[in-house]
């Protein structure tokens, strides 16, 4: 383990800085650094950019495609059923367009005639602002993790989403931390209940203890030093997007690089291994979106959450835990008040949400309408991979037909 961590900090400390020289001829995909209005406006979907405000001062973006070049509404006021999807960690809004109209989620549920709406978590790329704080400057801004994005970031989108349309409830398709988000909000605002149709989450990441990925227990062994560590060197942010990260793909990870398969084994210690899924041609379409960003509180919440094996909120230790929420302990979400009808996907690949962990959570949900365990598919498989219309695409355009 340790011998990774330092090979990848070396190879991307010695490797990765300076110029790229030949950079545009490795350009063998064409949309490797589109951003995510390009993306889709280059295949003729209409793109809309709205912006709302969080309780505690977070400039949120949400994404709109309104409906597809394929399916054009009949009427001006047309109502089209309203998608809300939330990515996950790291990820944003691109996560479900970066493989393009064939395969992307975003495009696709937009030709089958819903309206598209994709948020965008406090602290990524498109949602790095705040009305006070300064992302750039201490700690404040980065003082959150995914119990903020469920308590402000969640209600305050469908809120702006359900006005803006004049609708009454938007269906919710979440991945990974996006689907935690969701939890979260509505074991604790049971009201939003009603504001949601029918969820699809895709490897909600809300019990982690069966997690596989074999780095976490490393990262869990020393989450004291590296706090200390990351503290001491004023980092609060971790991987955001940058041109660095990006600039280094180009350079290592295209077709015509020998490093291309490190790039795809780096990917691959996320979320878990799925070489016959994974397109090693969109890596530097991937790494034009993501990393997006995320606090340094969110990957210790994470830990936590893997550590207890319980989903409750951020614990601060004992005495800032009793300050904060008058218990020693944190509280525990409870998601037995998720009443709307949920629909789990698991990846048998995942080296995050593992399959036992999911089950787990299904049989707990008062309505859950239904689990299905994807073999072939990682942990972020459910947004990339080469097969990803068959194996999951497909089922959850059924669900949608029958439960919207
Ligand atoms: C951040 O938000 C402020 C308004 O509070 C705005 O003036 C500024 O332009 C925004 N910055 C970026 C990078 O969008
Ligand atoms: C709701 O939408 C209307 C226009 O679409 C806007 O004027 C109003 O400010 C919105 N209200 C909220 C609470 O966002
Ligand atoms: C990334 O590459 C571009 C194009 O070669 C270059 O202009 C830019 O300075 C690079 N940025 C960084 C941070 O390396
Ligand atoms: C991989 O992605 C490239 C670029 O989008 C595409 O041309 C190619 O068909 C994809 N390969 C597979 C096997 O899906
Ligand atoms: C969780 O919520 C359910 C449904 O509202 C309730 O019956 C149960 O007592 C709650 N559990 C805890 C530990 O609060
Ligand atoms: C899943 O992957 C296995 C190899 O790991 C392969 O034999 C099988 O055909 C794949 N199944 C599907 C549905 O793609």
Same mark, same amino acid.
């Not at 495609?65 to 996950?88: A, C, D, T, W, Y």
């Not at 201490?138 to 702006?160: C, K, N, Q, R």
């Not at 319980?310 to 009443?339: A, H």
């Given at each position: 383990m340790k011998y990774y961590f330092t090979l990848l900090i070396v190879t991307v400390y010695l490797f990765g800085r300076g110029d790229i020289r030949g950079y545009e001829d490795r350009i063998l995909n064409e949309n490797v650094g589109l951003n995510t209005e390009s993306l889709v406006t280059k295949y003729n979907y209409p793109f809309e950019y709205h912006s709302t405000i969080t309780e505690d001062g977070y400039i949120? *973006?949400?994404?709109?495609? *309104?409906?597809?070049?394929? =399916?054009l509404p009949n009427q001006e006021n047309e109502r089209r059923p309203v998608i809300f999807?939330?990515?996950g960690l790291w990820c944003n809004s691109g996560a479900w367009l970066l493989t393009g109209p064939e395969k992307s989620l975003g495009f696709l549920l937009a030709d089958r005639g819903y309206d598209v709406w994709m948020g965008n978590n406090r602290g990524t790329t498109h949602s790095r602002n705040h009305t006070t704080l300064n992302p750039d400057k201490g700690s404040a801004f980065w003082d959150f993790s995914f119990d903020e994005m469920g308590a402000y970031d969640l209600p305050v989108m469908i809120d702006y989403v359900l006005n803006y349309t004049n609708q009454e409830y938007v269906t919710f398709i979440g991945h990974s931390q996006g689907s935690t988000a969701f939890f979260a909000l509505l074991s604790e605002r049971p009201e939003y209940n009603d504001k949601i149709k029918l969820a699809i989450n895709f490897a909600p990441a809300v019990y982690l203890s069966s997690a596989q990925n074999p780095y976490l227990p490393y990262v869990n062994n020393n989450i004291n030093k590296i706090k200390i560590t990351l503290k001491l060197m004023g980092i609060h942010e971790i991987l955001p997007m940058s041109p660095w990260i990006f600039n280094t793909s180009n350079k290592f990870c295209n077709d015509d690089a020998i490093t291309q398969d490190i790039c795809m084994e780096l990917i691959f210690m996320f979320g878990g291994p799925s070489?016959?899924?994974? =397109?090693?041609?969109l890596i530097n379409v991937i790494t034009t979106h993501i990393p997006a960003?995320? *606090?340094?509180?969110?990957? /210790?919440?994470?830990?936590?959450?893997?550590?207890?094996?319980?989903?409750?909120k951020y614990d601060f230790g004992k005495r800032k835990n009793n300050k904060i929420y008058g218990t020693p302990e944190p509280p525990t /979400? =409870?998601?037995?008040?998720v009443t709307v009808p949920t629909f789990l996907y698991a990846g048998g690949r995942d080296w995050m949400a593992d399959v036992k962990d999911v089950t787990k959570l299904s049989k707990e949900l008062p309505n859950s309408i239904g689990i299905q365990i994807v073999d072939n598919m990682s942990h972020i498989d459910f947004v990339w991979a080469i097969d990803v219309v068959p194996l999951v695409y497909e089922s959850v355009f059924e669900i949608l037909e029958k439960y919207t």
């Amino acid at each position: 383990m340790k011998y990774y961590f330092t090979l990848l900090i070396v190879t991307v400390y010695l490797f990765g800085r300076g110029d790229i020289r030949g950079y545009e001829d490795r350009i063998l995909n064409e949309n490797v650094g589109l951003n995510t209005e390009s993306l889709v406006t280059k295949y003729n979907y209409p793109f809309e950019y709205h912006s709302t405000i969080t309780e505690d001062g977070y400039i949120l *973006s949400i994404h709109r495609i *309104s409906h597809s070049p394929k =399916n054009l509404p009949n009427q001006e006021n047309e109502r089209r059923p309203v998608i809300f999807m939330l990515s996950g960690l790291w990820c944003n809004s691109g996560a479900w367009l970066l493989t393009g109209p064939e395969k992307s989620l975003g495009f696709l549920l937009a030709d089958r005639g819903y309206d598209v709406w994709m948020g965008n978590n406090r602290g990524t790329t498109h949602s790095r602002n705040h009305t006070t704080l300064n992302p750039d400057k201490g700690s404040a801004f980065w003082d959150f993790s995914f119990d903020e994005m469920g308590a402000y970031d969640l209600p305050v989108m469908i809120d702006y989403v359900l006005n803006y349309t004049n609708q009454e409830y938007v269906t919710f398709i979440g991945h990974s931390q996006g689907s935690t988000a969701f939890f979260a909000l509505l074991s604790e605002r049971p009201e939003y209940n009603d504001k949601i149709k029918l969820a699809i989450n895709f490897a909600p990441a809300v019990y982690l203890s069966s997690a596989q990925n074999p780095y976490l227990p490393y990262v869990n062994n020393n989450i004291n030093k590296i706090k200390i560590t990351l503290k001491l060197m004023g980092i609060h942010e971790i991987l955001p997007m940058s041109p660095w990260i990006f600039n280094t793909s180009n350079k290592f990870c295209n077709d015509d690089a020998i490093t291309q398969d490190i790039c795809m084994e780096l990917i691959f210690m996320f979320g878990g291994p799925s070489h016959d899924q994974f =397109n090693k041609t969109l890596i530097n379409v991937i790494t034009t979106h993501i990393p997006a960003g995320a *606090s340094a509180r969110q990957i /210790y919440h994470l830990m936590q959450t893997y550590d207890t094996g319980l989903f409750r909120k951020y614990d601060f230790g004992k005495r800032k835990n009793n300050k904060i929420y008058g218990t020693p302990e944190p509280p525990t /979400y =409870n998601v037995s008040k998720v009443t709307v009808p949920t629909f789990l996907y698991a990846g048998g690949r995942d080296w995050m949400a593992d399959v036992k962990d999911v089950t787990k959570l299904s049989k707990e949900l008062p309505n859950s309408i239904g689990i299905q365990i994807v073999d072939n598919m990682s942990h972020i498989d459910f947004v990339w991979a080469i097969d990803v219309v068959p194996l999951v695409y497909e089922s959850v355009f059924e669900i949608l037909e029958k439960y919207t």
